[in-house]
T-cell receptor, first 115, second 114 residues
Framework: DGGITQSPKYLFRKEGQNVTLSCEQN?????MYWYRQDPGQGLRLIYY???????QKGDIAEGYSVSREKKESFPLTVTSAQKNPTAFYLC??????????????FGPGTRLTVL | QQQVKQSPQSLIVQKGGISIINCAYE??????FPWYQQFPGKGPALLIA?????SEKKEGRFTISFNKSAKQFSLHIMDSQPGDSATYFC?????????????FGKGTKLSVIP
């Protein structure tokens, strides 16, 4: 069964704590992405990676960090510096297109709530 | 700034009717325009996509119309069904500088009533 898994589905965090969201894919995709979704705001890109050991900031990277040590895994850490972390977080992956775009496959998401 | 503006924010359609969602983009370098469908509590899934060298693409009840000169594209859902009730996102993408990023619209919540 190929796809993207995210864990946990729900996550609660106290203010001042760092938390790490897991994202794993077995689609053999080179590119992986993290998005944040807030009601009425669409999906906003946090970080993306096109190859192992390399990643780029997206539009809203402040307060977040990532690593890409393995092709299959792209964990996201929400740090205490992120002022409003409560949101739905989505991980995605795709092949790296030569020209034009290609489908991004999304995981089921992690809902993070700061208490 | 790369923006994709989507309207309406919400849409209520009777079963069997036509649902129409519109998007406008600014970045003329975009070379790929997908539509994603998202059900509550789930991740989005690709519904249909178009490249700017065609003006229309149809897959079943779903059609994208694309107007390159106006920098606009729209999703038409024919014979709308209650199972189509979901949030729909348009997006634009380009592969400049070897990167590939999707810029999403803010979404349209579609409700199809029996």
């Amino acid at each position: 069964d190929g796809g993207i898994t995210q864990s946990p589905k729900y996550l609660f965090r106290k203010e001042g704590q760092n938390v790490t969201l897991s994202c794993e894919q077995n689609l053999n995709h080179d590119a992986m992405y993290w998005y944040r979704q807030d009601p009425g705001q669409g999906l906003r890109l946090i970080y993306y990676s096109q190859i192992v050991n390399d990643f780029q900031k997206g539009d809203i990277a402040e307060g977040y960090s990532v690593s890409r040590e393995k092709k299959e895994s792209f964990p996201l850490t929400v740090t205490s510096a992120q002022k409003n972390p409560t949101a739905f977080y989505l991980c995605a992956s795709s092949i790296v297109p030569i020209t034009g775009g290609n489908e991004q496959f999304f995981g089921p998401g992690t809902r993070l709530t700061v208490l | 700034q790369q923006q994709v503006k989507q309207s309406p924010q919400s849409l209520i359609v009777q079963k069997g009717g036509i649902s129409i969602i519109n998007c406008a983009y600014e970045n003329t370098a975009f070379d790929y325009f997908p539509w994603y469908q998202q059900f509550p509590g789930k991740g989005p899934a690709l519904l249909i996509a178009i490249r700017p060298d065609v003006s229309e693409k149809k897959e079943g009840r779903f059609t994208i119309s694309f107007n390159k000169s106006a920098k606009q594209f729209s999703l038409h859902i024919m014979d709308s069904q209650p199972g189509d009730s979901a949030t729909y996102f348009c997006a634009g993408a380009y592969s400049g500088a070897g990167s590939y990023q999707l810029t999403f619209g803010k979404g349209t919540k579609l409700s199809v009533i029996p």
